[in-house]
């Protein structure tokens, strides 16, 4: 069994973006400017945001924060990002979801101009994803496929079963790895799948995207599988001085001994997702 370290695949990508940042302002070119619009306090997204304002002044990027309470409306809300699209300082920004129960999650990221969807949830740039146009592919499924490459998995004719079908992970991670110069052969699984286990347990390259704690055991992996592990899911953990830590979707202990490969949580797919938005950043910049 072999770890997928998402920690240095991400490091050593920042360093290439670096460099790339640094050749723009030796030719005079616009920095990359990335904003994230938070609302309210979300322990996970408050830390998420911190980690991406971070990302930024490690890549040499500029980055803006606007912040808004939880009673901040919608309409409020539709019209900052009306503002930032009209902003030409800035190249790509985030809405962090998710979002208070009282604003329509879809309206506003339908409201985001395609070409500055750097987090790559407006429809246009899913349906330029889905016919392999030029596009912002969304972060996780980006981070994914760019694992797979960088430790040169092999993906060409492979099974692979992607558990979960959310717009964010599942179904574009399954489009992404069906595409000519993937060419996996691809399953969609979920909760209502007959014969779930037997159905992972057929997958060459299984991705866990459920979003629920150790679903994935020993018995619904093959031996010598490769496993994504997409979940981070806070368990409570009263020994751990935040009172909690971050599960994965497999029960990691029981499944890496059968593993040729396998994601660590943390440290594999997570830091891969947030190097993602800074290539996309980048390639805001450059237009695609």
């Known amino acids: 069994m072999q770890l997928i370290d998402g920690k240095k695949i991400a490091s050593e990508i920042k360093k290439e973006i670096a460099g790339e940042v640094l050749k723009i302002k030796e030719n005079g070119g616009k920095v990359p400017h990335l904003a994230a619009v938070l609302v309210g306090h979300d322990g996970g997204s408050e830390t998420y945001v911190a980690f991406k304002i971070k990302d930024c002044q490690e890549v040499g990027f500029k980055s803006s924060l606007v912040r808004f309470e939880d009673d901040v409306t919608e309409a409020e809300l539709l019209a900052k990002v009306e503002e930032l699209n009209n902003d030409p300082d800035i190249d790509g920004f985030i809405v962090q979801l998710p979002l208070p129960k009282h604003i329509s999650e879809q309206k506003i990221i339908e409201a985001i101009d395609p ?22 592919v969304s972060a996780t499924p980006y981070g994914i496929v760019e694992l797979l490459k960088r430790y040169q998995i092999e993906t060409n004719g492979k099974n692979c079963v992607v558990v979960g079908r959310s717009n964010i992970v599942g179904r574009p991670l399954s489009v992404l790895l069906s595409q000519k110069g ?76 059968k593993c040729s ?19 996309n950043t980048l390639l805001a910049v450059k237009g695609w």
């Open 182 to 257: 993937i060419n996996a052969t691809v399953t969609v699984a979920h909760s209502r799948t007959a014969n779930l286990e037997q159905v992972c347990a057929s997958a060459d390259i299984l991705v866990a995207a459920i979003g629920s704690p150790e679903f994935i055991t020993a018995g619904m992996v093959k031996k010598g599988a490769v496993v994504i592990d997409v979940g981070t899911t806070r368990v409570p953990a009263p020994e751990t001085k935040s009172g909690w830590k971050l599960k994965g979707d497999v029960k990691f202990d029981e499944v890496a001994p």
């Open 261 to 279: 490969w396998i994601t660590p949580v943390p440290g594999g797919v997570g830091p891969m997702t947030r190097v993602a938005l800074l290539q």
């Open 115 to 136: 070409k500055k969807d750097v987090d790559g949830f407006h429809p246009v740039n899913v349906g330029r994803m889905v016919i392999g146009l030029p596009s912002f």
